[in-house]
């Protein structure tokens, strides 16, 4: 633990040197493309959120994706029917919680297979939103709020404070389940349940209530990821159009050991990864085909798995149902 | 349907005749089935490892790039030499793409489900990229190869596409590997109880490389039968979505390598008539991914399927993600 | 007075099997009550039920008058009960502190107050007398401390019952003795204690009324004033207790297992296992007596080839067994009953007759070359069926339908049937019914008498005791005395297994 401490403020220090280094020799596009990390990796991380509070509480969703692009969707359709941007947004939230709890309502009440229980959310949210879907709309969508005095700080001015109302919204989030999840009593008993859900039983808490309770919330902020997506980043919807963020999502949680500020870390260098790629593609450096940069993600997520995969405890009743009534 | 404003009788009329109404129909359901049964019967045999190998997509594209490569490129063969060849291109790469998947889960423990759906979209960018570039037809803007030629073409059985009785006749092999040979027994094992197979000096690791690897070889073989024998070309567009209907052919299948066979037909009927039911019906062609999906979620859910749960598939799938 | 815990007509059926039917019990302030039973005799479902941890078919279930609705745990929890499990309910990578405040959490605003948790675990520690570390994580802990959390968490809120679920059967005898103590002081200050044991000793030594359960029922209800502990154990079995098996003389020849030196880890990577000798010869039973945790099952699981040694070996004839192979070891002659059926011995959705060929399924004559021979699987499966009393409607019936003591004797049936020189047997009782325990003695002594050499673990003194040629007593990962069947007296033995010299 402690040697992973150190590591950890060794690379933080290497990228700040880095960074800084970088910043003096072309301030302008050091900030663009640490600024475009922060807005490319911040739906990675609250997806990868979505996976800490299942999974902390012992429930495994692979339906993430499905969450993304259900709430993406709905939000999209809502804010371009109502041409009213915040009715999108939460109807994103909302569509998120459908989902969470659709999820809760087959894999705890159900009992199925979680696994399989996510391959259906994923399966029905592609097959429901391209059956709905019409081309040619558009919606309103979220303008950047530059937060007076902090956005004059050069760099940080850019990076953290001029950005869309949701940047800043998800990010509190983040860091609110990040303190809520090790300092609170919900935290603690989530991650008791998550753990040894006998214990949690025996002491009085509902585990049935929690991890429902729990699922569901995290549809919620994976609804919100999906409306950041369709009505802030990107503007528009279209087929497939989360591209298996999902599914990276999860392999950034497992990097990140379940804890909310270190899937944050591996979000935000997928991030970077992605908005490097675009300034040399963007200032021409080097000629790379879009179908390379398109899988850059992917075979990231491959290596940071084959890196932090066995090294990493999951919680220790994931996957498994919970059976109060034994012989 | 009707939110769109069609006669759902229409629809599934159109449905039922133009997937098994007329020979020429029934003849394009059993094409539309043998990619589905190999994709189902490659998912089938993950399930029955313990394995959700959803990276089927992933190994049927692949396995169909190498055969159709293998279709146009090699000259100068007769049929029974250059036809074997180019299926086998497809098997081995097919194979290829599931043994890596397979290895990544036995030698660095990484959850199947995330690699095969990463490799999935990366195989996908990576045909896409190679039928546009390298073996892009000469003279052709449209990312796909030459087709190929006749001495790799699969020929027709009375009009039947003769790939059809081939995916029969495996799956019901494979059912009788799982039914009587030791080395099925072995999946099997596994797929129950990975403690117990260990135990009985069953090796996990190689259990889970020969699922993946056989899955693969499987499904790259549908791939290979698709572009030999239907379209007759590789074109990168093909086929989204067979992989998908992989899983739900497996499941609705029981997992047992002999449901894939009708599964497979039922959905082939769907997915064939579903551009005549746009037709007869005006309903969009997508919403045959929503009654796939609600097929699916069907198969599994508990009040209609008690069935499901207390069959063969003993294996449960869920675990850590680093095991 | 009015009893403080009422339990009126309380049944409890699972799929197959009648737990508890009709019982009836009471438990005043200030009294301790023993609950006494052998294995399935549904104490602990019982028990469960009052704590809502599992739901009653039919009866009523009061505290201090009120009824409790069924399944209500925090109901339970509110109205003063607490509950000392058999497994225990801690969380491992969680700290002592988090542990017991679980629950009820002191809080600070919407935050936790870990300060004043603290505080609230020592205070607790120091009320009670039982020490604990609220820094340590739980898994670092040994169980003897797990089982004081275990305690200080039941006690934490006032209670005014106290359930305990066979406290005592990870504990050496003196930290048992300590536990009764803190029986003895509650009951003192007018908690009503309500405590499950099969161990008659504690009984006697605690007890103000014994109530014995058999089959699910109540057999008899006495007090320890009243009877001795051979009529209790009678009340427990219904019968005269033969615990005296019928065997003949043990015929020792060579030294067929013998261990040397080995040192073996457990899985929190302790030394569990300590430069252990031992040598069984063929033709006898050497029963390993000790206290849970003494390094029996990393032993056991060590000379399987289930379990990494450190250093030692283990021979077979004369043969080095290779380590973490089980099969190969299995090959070499050495049968195994597994400790954890579920998760080794058997394939529960396997039918009857693959399980009975796990371990030899690519063998002739199951299987020739890759191809199986579904005949000869059925001829075994037939045979062994018979032969070994397994209850069931047909080979092709899966495991998972099967009672407790009829998967353990297909996993008995599978193993003895082989051709063997070594039998390991752990735990091979446990879980299984009267009849079944019976049947299982006789064929241990039987593959004693074909000559097998036979390793008998097991956490019932009185199993070793009656099976046994030679006991050894385990302590602290080593063997600390080999005694000769007649010289093996009960407190002997009770006394080398708390690590006293004899």
Known sequence: MKRFLTFKWILTLILIAITGYLYSRDGVITTSVVATALIFGLPLALAAMVGIMCERTGIVNIGIEGTLLFSSFIGFFVASTTNNGVFGIFSAILAGVVTGLFLAFMSISWKMDQIIAGTIINILATGLTSFLYKQGHTAPTTSPIDIPFFSNIPFFGQVLFMNGPLVYFGLVVIFALYVALYHTSWGLRSRAVGEHPGSADTAGVSVFRLRYLNVALAGAVGGLAGAYLSLELVGSWDRGFTAGKGFTALALMIFGRWNPMGALAAAMFFGLAQAITNQLMFADVAHIPEQFVNMLPYVLTIVVLAISAGKVRPPAAEGQQYEKEQA | ?323 | MSALLEITNVTKTFPGVVANENISISVSAGEIVALLGENGAGKSTLVKSVFGMVRPDSGEIRIKGELISPGDTSGAIARGVGMVHQHFQLVPVMTVTENIILGDEPKRGIFLNMKAARAEVLALSEKYGLEVDPDAFVEDLAVGTQQRIEILKALRKDVDLLILDEPTAVLTPQETDELLQVMRNLAASGVGVLFITHKLREVMAVADRVVVLRNGRVAGSTSPKETDEEGLAQLMVGRNVVLQVEKGDAKPEAATLVIRELHVNDDRKHLAVSGLNLEVRAGEIVGVAGVEGNGQRELVEAICGMRPRISGEVLVSGEATPDMHPHKVHSMGVSHIPEDREKHGLVSSYSIEDNLVLNQFDREPFAKSWIRNIGALEDNATRLVEEFDIRTPSIKTTASALSGGNKQKVVVARELSQDTRVVVAAQPTRGVDVGSIEFIHNQLIAARDAGAAVLLVSAELDEILSLADRVAVMFGGKIVAILDAKEAERGLVGRLMAGLSA
């Open chain 2, 1 to 323: 349907m009707l939110l769109q404003g069609a006669h759902p009788m229409d629809a599934y009329g159109s449905l039922f005749s133009h997937g098994f109404g007329s020979w020429a129909g029934f003849a394009k359901t059993l094409g539309k089935a043998t990619p589905l049964m190999l994709s189902g019967l490659a998912v089938t045999i993950g399930l029955r490892s313990g394995l959700f190998n959803i990276g089927v997509q992933g190994q049927l594209v692949s396995g169909a790039l190498a055969a159709g490569w293998a279709g146009y490129a090699i000259h100068g063969l007769p049929i029974y030499i250059h036809l074997p060849i180019a299926l086998l291109f497809g098997i081995a790469f097919g194979a290829l793409v599931g043994w890596i998947a397979g290895a990544l889960k036995a030698y660095r423990g990484i959850h199947e489900v995330i690699t095969t759906i990463m490799i999935n979209s990366i195989v996908l960018a990576l045909v896409d990229y190679l039928a546009g570039h390298n073996f892009q037809e000469p003279g052709q803007t449209l990312a796909r190869t030459s087709a190929v030629l006749p001495s790799a073409t699969i020929p027709k059985i009375f009009g039947l596409p003769s790939g059809f009785f081939f995916a029969v006749l495996l799956s019901w092999g494979v059912w009788w590997i799982f039914q009587r040979t030791t080395s099925g027994f072995r999946l099997d094992t596994v797929g129950r109880n990975k403690n117990a197979a260990w135990y009985a000096g069953i090796s996990v690791k190689r259990s889970v490389l020969i699922a993946m690897g056989v899955g693969g070889a499987i499904a790259g073989l549908g791939g290979a039968i698709e572009t030999l024998g239907v379209i007759g070309r590789f074109e990168p567009t093909f086929n989204t979505g067979l992989g998908f209907d992989g899983i739900t052919i497996a499941l609705l299948g029981r997992a047992n390598p002999l449901g894939v066979i009708p599964g497979a037909i039922l959905i082939g009927g769907i997915r064939g008539a579903s551009a005549s039911m746009q037709f007869d019906a005006g309903v969009a062609p997508e919403i045959v991914d929503l009654i796939l999906a609600l097929i699916l979620f069907c198969v599994t859910a508990p009040f209609l399927s008690k069935w499901l749960r207390s069959t063969e598939v003993g294996a449960k799938i869920t675990s850590g993600w680093s095991n």
